[in-house]
């Protein structure tokens, strides 16, 4: 097994940061403190079991769908970890509507963050797998103000670090600040994330699809043709590929970051922006798996191209390995084709 250094997470952002003298180190405390909320989280989550936190509590989200404690827990325990840094103008949670405001009690900084801050909290009964996924950019609007709703509905291509925290069997911190995926992992015996994945890069093409087949028959023709198509036997090109889905997004773009595949979760006739959100889910893993070599798009355009018109606003997404991204859009552009001809 490959032997690496002993790095924490800390020292490996600072470490990055001095081959840019001309940075302020802002990012390196952003990331510090976020990676001291995941901790927190992690803690709570590990502890889920135990505890009476499990259920709901009632309430609904701004989607209408249950909420349940961890939830609420992660979201706040986020803002409480964000708000006093200095470093934030802004921020956004799928779990609140509008923009949420730095405190006057605090200094006003120069970055916008955007997390969800317990993805795929449906699991969180079975024990699965869940995550925090986070977002950060620069403002745009004049600094020494209160960050505004357009520092937030910026295109993805824009944003400086992304990231996820995986909490399963181990809880891992994936994060890029555009040089390379790095992953770290939590010795929980002293609190520290060590460096356990340096500059990860995703294979160009795998074994593996990841979607939510009870959907099939909502689905677009060549989608469906595609799924066929990868359940076909044929040596040369690997096929048939295995099907994974833990139905929790972060374990599962997780998985295939380190192993390779695609992840789709598309529009589907009764849903046509599909489930996921542009600006919590699709554009941080989009910038992720792009800096790790692979490929995200709506089917037809990239991603981080897309311009952001809510913050909630949901799109399709299909993120992973390269060739296989490229040729789910090889088989919708073909059935659009057939379509228009007949
Ligand atoms: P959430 O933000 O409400 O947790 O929903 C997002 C989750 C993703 O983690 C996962 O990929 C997807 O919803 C699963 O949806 P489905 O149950 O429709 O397959
Ligand atoms: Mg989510």
Known sequence: MEQYKFMTLGRHIIEGEKMHPEASGELSYLLRDLSLAAKVISLEVNKAGLVDILGFTGDNNIHGEKVKKLDIYAHDMLIRAMDYGGHLCVMASEEEEGIIHISKKH?????????????????????????????????ITPENTPGAMEDCLQQGIKQVAAGYVVYGSSTIFVYTAGQGVHAFTLDPSFGEFLLSHENIQIP?????????????????????????????????????????????????????????????YPADSRHPNGKLRLMYECNPMAFLIESAGGRATDGKQRILEINPEKLHQRVPIFIGSEEDVKMVEKFMAEADVEKTVS
């Open 107 to 139: 200094k006003i900084g120069k970055y916008v963050l955007l997390f969800d801050p317990l993805d795929g909290s449906s699991n969180i009964d079975a024990n699965i797998s869940i995550g925090t996924i986070f977002s950060i950019y620069k403002r």
């Open 204 to 264: 160009k093409k795998a074994k593996i699809y990841s979607a939510n087949e009870g959907n099939y028959l909502y689905w677009h023709k060549g989608l469906k043709k595609y799924i066929k198509y990868l359940q076909e036997e044929d040596k040369e090109t690997g096929r048939p590929y295995s099907s994974r889905y833990i139905g929790s997004m972060v374990a599962d773009i997780h998985r295939n970051l380190l192993y390779g595949g695609i992840f789709m």
